[in-house]
């Protein structure tokens, strides 16, 4: 395939299933020598703590992870002679054979991994582009693996990318907008290499991606905490592309809340789902990609500036996210009880939600213990669907306090069949049916009930739920669906997504050796084995951020 180039199998991880190991035994996975690296003061975290992960269950309370070096998961690795030795299972081997096909080269240089290579699918459509949210995986893969270049190059070539005028129909996109994936064209005859880029002027819908700038930033931390190369993240080039990006999202409008305005389609979810208004994956990205900034960006005059709009902006989206967006038992009754037509800075129903429009499934769906960040709120609605993406870069982020973060984790186990089912994860739950799918989807036949994004189930966030779960000291759920995974992974050819209420069925439309799929099932893998690699993609949380209030208080407190 164009643009693509075999690699011999190099490093490859060793990493396997640890069923016997003790649930509170994994601290033991975390005694390696620690690399000190000296930060400038232009990388300090402040009051955001990042350095300390709050891992509050097994014993892994503040762990430092100042940089988790690649190359310790390789297979010449010292085989250990405790009981909580590894050994590599027989799917490493073939992710990572996979993995390395799907590179694609500019001008010699590694620059990412197309979104997959299905040989036996009829229309390629833009599955062989690179894709900035698709690279995430396959870009922390590479750095738990010690194998950097290819993230170095990613980053620059999407920067260089971003300075493009970008015009849909006659109008001009922002500035700062990333594009949503990019295509290698090789000519062999001039011997010549061109990227061309995608805004969403050709994508399904021609929606722009709003995650593809923070997963930029997430993913320039990510680079920076693994490698603990410092100069990249201020060179002048990417200070000046995070502020663009910056300038795009914290700009000031009509908006009356904090959280970010959104066309269906602009994120995972790619389609008209019933996501438009304030989609929780946004929101979650959003918060995180501002404190990945928060640390990253000098403190010039600019840069000061910066991080006064964004600190501002954090405490108001942490505020607002954790009072109307969390969902458990006792917000459902309360809800459930709404006075309507309030009026005044004192009315506790600030949405004016009718509780009628509650749907009854939420009822039986809600255990007494647990709770999740819904999907959407906006006036007079609330969009209770689990969205699992947002919920699991909530715990990440630290947008959900230590408690949500377990009372999410709570809910998982709880409804472990809807959510999870026989292949990790559901991506949304529960799926639309009927006619609301008619009236929500515009009848879309690959969002049929079950499948794709109407709750089907995509391996590659086995990634998030494992990285979720070693934050919140719960590796034992993260075993569980890793070795639901290994069951039908490698079977079925890495698929891009499962149908079915239980993800059963491979998905009717999904594209097989999917690269993030493969890519997400590496890093979930890894980082079960050496948890320290959680510090690329974990925040710890901020201690000045004001606590959670109730629904009662005035906002003018």
């Known amino acids: 395939m164009d643009g693509t180039k075999e690699m011999g199998l190099k490093n490859v991880s060793s990493t396997c299933s640890i069923s016997e190991m003790d649930d509170f035994d994994l601290s033991r996975l975390l ?32 762990y430092e992870t100042t940089y988790s ?9 010292p085989a250990s002679s405790t009981r909580n030795s590894f050994e590599p299972h027989p799917m490493v081997a073939d992710a990572w054979e996979a993995l390395r096909r799907s590179i694609v080269y500019f001008r010699g240089q590694p620059v990412g991994t197309i979104a997959a290579i299905d040989h036996a699918s009829e229309e390629i459509l833009n599955y062989d582009q690179v894709f900035v949210r698709d690279f995430v995986p ?55 290499d061109t990227l061309i880029a995608d805004f969403g002027e050709s ?61 269906d389609g602009c994120s995972m979810i790619d389609r008209r789902m019933g996501i438009y208004g304030y989609p ?60 309507t037509e309030e009026y005044s800075h004192t009315a506790v129903n600030k949405f004016n939600v009718i ?29 209770f ?16 306090t230590p408690e949500q973060s377990m009372a999410i984790m709570d809910l998982i186990e709880s409804r472990w069949e809807e959510l999870v089912g026989e292949m990790p994860l559901k991506i949304a739950y529960p799926a639309i049916e009927s006619h609301d799918w008619r009236i929500v989807t515009g009848c879309d036949p690959k969002n049929t009930r079950w499948s794709y994004h109407n709750g089907g189930s995509w391996p590659v966030l086995l990634w998030m ?46 594209r097989k050796y999917q690269t993030w799929s493969i890519a997400g099932y590496l890093v979930a893998k890894m980082m079960l084995e050496d948890p320290s690699h959680l510090g690329m993609v974990s925040l710890e949380e901020d201690k000045q951020m004001k606590p959670v209030m109730k629904r009662s208080s005035s906002w003018t407190c």
């Not at 709770?371 to 906006?378: C, D, H, K, M």
């Not at 669907?385 to 959900?400: P, Q």
Request: a positive charge; proline letters at 5%; charged letters at 25%.
């Open 138 to 192: 396959s870009a922390l893969a590479f750095l738990m693996n010690g194998e950097p270049e290819i993230v170095k190059n990613f980053l620059m070539k999407t920067l260089y990318l971003q300075g493009w005028e970008k015009r849909i129909d006659r109008f001009k996109l922002g500035e700062g907008a990333m594009p949503a994936s990019f295509k290698v064209l090789h000519d062999p005859i001039r011997k010549t």
């Open 31 to 62: 005694d390696k020598p620690r690399l000190n690296i000296e930060r400038k003061r232009s990388f300090d975290e402040r009051s955001l703590s990042e350095l300390s992960i709050g891992l509050t269950r097994g014993g892994l309370d503040n």
């Open 355 to 383: 509780p009628d429009s509650i749907p009854d499934w939420v009822f039986d769906f809600m255990p007494t213990r647990g709770g999740y960040f819904i999907g959407n709120v906006s006036p007079a609605r609330m969009d």
């Open 465 to 510: 739920l494992t990285a979720a779960c070693i934050k919140t000291g719960r590796p034992q759920i993260a075993r569980r669906a890793i070795d639901l995974a290994e069951t039908r992974l490698l079977k079925d050819s890495w698929p891009e997504y499962y149908d079915g209420k239980l993800g059963k069925f491979i998905g009717k439309q999904a």
């Open 203 to 263: 994508a399904i819908g021609r929606v722009a991606p709003v995650d593809s700038g923070f997963w930029w930033i997430i993913l320039l931390r990510a680079y920076t905490k693994s490698t603990g190369d410092l100069s990249l993240a201020e060179t002048p080039e990417c200070q000046k592309g995070m502020k663009l990006i910056l300038t795009l999202c914290l700009s000031e409008g009509f908006d009356t809340f904090p959280t970010l305005l959104c066309a």
């Open 385 to 400: 669907r689990w969205f699992a993406l947002g919920n699991c870069v909530a715990i990440l982020s630290s947008l959900a």
């Open 280 to 339: 929780i994956e946004i929101q979650a990205l959003f918060f995180m990609a501002l404190r990945c900034a928060l640390s990253m960006l000098k403190h010039d005059t600019e840069g000061k500036e910066f991080i006064e709009r964004i600190s501002k902006r954090l405490h108001a989206l942490s505020y607002h996210m954790r009072s109307y967006f969390w969902l458990d038992f006792q917000q459902l009754n309360d809800i459930y009880r709404y006075k």
């Open 69 to 77: 070096p690649g190359g310790r998961s390789g297979f010449d690795t």
